[in-house]
C-alpha cells in the first residue's frame, strides 16, 4: 500500500510524508517537531516507523523543524550538497570582523593561553582571520577554566548541544541523478526558485508515480517533461494574481514572487494543467497557497477550468492542500 499525506502545505511550513512497501519518508519538514509529530499522529502515522526525511530546498518553510525531528528520531536528512551547505549557513551565519578586531582578538587568546600554558605562543600563526575558529578556541578556554573534570573538547568537532547544525547523518543527492530510500525511488529535477539548489522529485513505490513539484517561478520544459505518467501530482498553486498585485506585500516582494524564481501562480498552473500536463493523474493537489494572495476556491475554479473534460471518477480528482491542518491520506 502506497500512502501520500500533506501534513502541511504553504509559506508557514510544508511536510508531506510519504509511504511504500517497507519505507516511510518525509519530504520537507517545515513544521515544528512537536506540530510534525502531532500532524503524523491525526493523520495516522507514526512518526517512531520514519526512515529518512528528503529535503527540497533550504527556505524555512521547508527545513523548520528540520534538526529537532532528525536527531529526535536518530534518521538521515538527503539534501543536495549546495542545499546542505545553505541550510548550515543560515543556522550559523558568520559574524564580520574587522582585520583590527581580528588582531585584538588573537592578542586576548594569546595572553589567555600564555596564563595557562607557558609554550603556548603560535595563536597567531594562522593565515588569515577565521572569526568562527577563534570563537570556538575562546569557548574551549572557557570550558577548561569552567570544568577542570571533564575532557576538553577539539573545536572543531563541537558536540550536538554546541553545533546547531548537527543531524545523526547526512546524504546527497543530485538533480538528474535517482536514487533510492528503502522501497521508494527519487528522482530529483531542478525547478527555478531562489534557493541554493531547489528540486522537485517524482517518488516511485509499488510502481505507483507521485509528482512533488512547488516553489517554482515557472514550468520548465524538463519540469513539464518529469511531470508525466503520474498517479498524483502536487503542483503549486500559489497566488492570484489580481491579488498579489493589489494586496500588502511590498514592491520587492511582490516583484520577487513573480519572478522566474519565486513562485507559480494560480493561471500558470492552471497553463500547465491544461497544455502539456497528460491528464493521467488520478489525484491533482494543488499545494503552496498564499493565505494573503490567494482564495481557495480561486485555485479550485482555475484548476477546475483547466482540467475540464478531464475529471473523472478515476483521473484528475483535485484536491486542495492545507496550511493548519493534514489533508486526509491518498491511498493507492
Ligand atoms: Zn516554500
Ligand atoms: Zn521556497
Redesign the pocket.
Known sequence: MVRFTVLASG?KG?CTVISGGHTRILVDA?LSCRELFRRMKAAGEDPATLDAIVITHE?Q??VNGLAVTARKLGIPVYFTEPTHRAWMRWLTPRRQMSYAQWLELCRKQAAERQAEVVTATAICDAVEPDPEEGEAEVQAVAAEQNDTVAEPKPATQPSMKEDPTWLPAVEYFQAGQSFSIGDIRLDPFTIPHDAADPVGFVLTAERVRMGYA??LGYVTPNVKQQLKGLDLLLLESNHDLEMLRDGPYPWSVKQRVLSRVGHLSNDAASEFLSTAYDGQAAYVILG?LSENNNLPELARVAAERALLGRASLLANRLVLAEQHQPLVPIIF
Open positions: 509559506s510544508n517545515g527556505h518553510d521547508h512547488t516553489d503552496h
